[in-house]
């Protein structure tokens, strides 16, 4: 489950996902068609969205610079999953507003015995102590 730091998410990745494990939360609602990102930020107002850059990778930039420009989305979080470290689509990523990224990589490195949920839910809380920490510097 995720945190009760993030009170609604809104998970954007394929029906058939690991995804689909924490959206069985009642504070998480999970969409694959990209035509209802928008109508469900709209209806959930959620804190954070998760994005799938591997599901909506040449649409993110577009997605993801929408809901900044939006003023009524001005207080949500992004967080963008992806299966590797990539540097220059990164850079321009948290350029456009991403907040922070989530690997595979990493999430392989965690232990086995874990759930998928508090793996992502570890993933998601070590991002965000990292963009902290950066503001406070």
Known sequence: MIRTRFK?????????SCYRLTAESENVKHIHALNNIFP??????????VLDYNFISKDLEKIVRRIRTNNFYSKIK?????SKVEPKADSL???IGVDFFVY???????QK????????????????LGMLSNVSN
Do not use: G, H, Q, W
């Open 8 to 16: 609604k998410v809104l998970v954007v990745a394929p029906e058939i």
């Open 40 to 49: 469900s930020i709209y209806e959930l107002n959620p804190n954070l969205i």
């Open 78 to 82: 992004i967080c963008c999953y992806k």
């Open 93 to 95: 990523l948290k350029a």
């Open 104 to 110: 595979e990589e990493e999430l392989r490195a965690i």
């Open 113 to 128: 015995s874990k759930t998928i949920s508090s793996i992502f839910t570890e993933m998601i809380d070590r991002s965000v």
